[in-house]
Structure formats: structure tokens, C-alpha cells
């Protein structure tokens, strides 16, 4: 009896939590927010084409190895182009969750963040592997660090670029707390490793 009940129970738990999901304001307050900063930063960022020589040269400066470069698909910067952070992503087989990053340093992170209707595809989603770098440049040259990674099932490559780039940014402090306005003081908050021993 005890284990019918706890079956009861496990499967009725989505539908609680969801119900309370579609009845909270405070929940529904950020979903609102968050599509808000998804449209200034696929509008007023991941629109522009990638400056590629610029970051070619950032990247060769920092003596960044072991990436694939073709994987880049945006970078932001600030307004002096001193600091800035680029975004890569590509498809990768599902083995690639089990092993060590293309660098062998960092143990990839996976994070599946799936709609209802991508859910029901469930396996013949492919996966891709999004991860950024934050490069900073010191008083004599580039210095790079990279972020944990992350992997998106997602239906196409575009869907988990624009997935990874607005999640990124979406809930960094690149914008003011609770709303959709760029935080003026985000950049003097990134990349200041780059001052040390340079």
C-alpha cells in the first residue's frame, strides 16, 4: 500500500509544482522578465554579425589553444573593446557528456532545459556544447578565461545559440536588478584577472 501511495504521490508532483508555477506571480513575473532581456539582447546584440579578425587576434594574443574557433558565434564587448565575452557552441555526440572538455581540464556541465514540445521528441534531439570565454586585455596583452560548459538538446544549432546567449547574459549582472535595463557597471566587474602580474 505504502508503495502505491508514494507512486501516487511522484507522479502527481509535476502537476503540483506546475500548477503553482502558472499561479504565481512572482514566477510569472520573471518568465515576463526574462523574455523581456531576451529581446534587448537578441535585438540589440546577437543580431550584429562576429567581428571574426578581432576576435582572431584577442584569442591568438591570450595564446588560447585546443577550442574550435569555427564554434564562435558572438562576442560582446565593452564600448572600448577591452573586455568582452565570446560565446561558442556546436553539436556534439552524447558520449562528449562523459568525457572531459576539449582542453581535458573541466568536466562538462550538462544543462537540458527542454519546452513540452521538445520533451516529447525526448532522444532524437541532438546535443550541443555552448561555453564562453571572458577576455580582458592587460597593460600588455589579452588574457582569456573560460566558463563552465554547458549542453543544450536542442532542435537546431540557431535555437541553442540564441538559448545559451540570452540564458548567459539573461541571468549574469549584465542587466540592473529585477529589469530589462544594461547595467552601466557590469564591465568593471569582468575580467579584472587580466591586470594581475601583466
Not at 557552441?89 to 573541466?106: C, H, I, Y
Not at 540564441?162 to 529589469?179: D, I, Q, R, V, W
Amino acid at each position: 500500500m505504502e508503495c502505491v501511495v508514494r507512486t501516487r504521490i511522484e507522479q502527481a508532483v509535476p502537476y503540483i509544482v506546475q500548477e503553482i508555477k502558472n499561479n504565481s506571480y512572482f514566477f510569472k513575473r520573471k518568465q515576463a522578465l526574462d523574455r523581456e532581456r531576451a529581446d534587448v539582447l537578441l535585438k540589440n546584440f546577437y543580431s550584429y554579425p562576429l567581428d571574426r579578425p578581432f576576435l582572431d587576434r584577442v584569442l591568438s594574443e591570450a595564446k588560447v589553444s585546443g577550442i574550435d574557433q569555427s564554434a564562435a558565434f558572438q562576442l560582446v564587448s565593452n564600448e572600448d573593446k577591452t573586455k568582452l565575452i565570446v560565446f561558442f557552441s556546436k553539436e556534439v555526440s552524447k558520449s562528449t557528456m562523459k568525457t572531459k572538455d576539449e582542453q581535458g581540464t573541466r568536466d562538462i556541465l550538462e544543462v537540458v532545459r527542454l519546452t513540452d514540445k521538445v520533451r516529447k521528441r525526448g532522444n532524437s534531439l541532438p546535443y550541443f556544447l555552448n561555453y564562453s570565454f571572458v577576455c580582458a586585455k592587460g597593460n600588455k596583452t589579452w588574457k582569456c578565461k573560460r566558463g563552465v560548459q554547458h549542453i543544450f538538446k536542442s532542435k537546431s544549432l540557431e535555437i541553442a545559440k540564441k538559448a545559451y546567449f540570452t540564458n548567459s547574459l539573461g541571468e549574469s549582472s549584465f542587466f540592473k536588478e529585477n529589469t530589462s535595463d544594461i547595467d552601466p557597471s557590469f564591465w568593471s566587474r569582468v575580467g579584472n584577472f587580466a591586470s594581475k602580474n601583466n
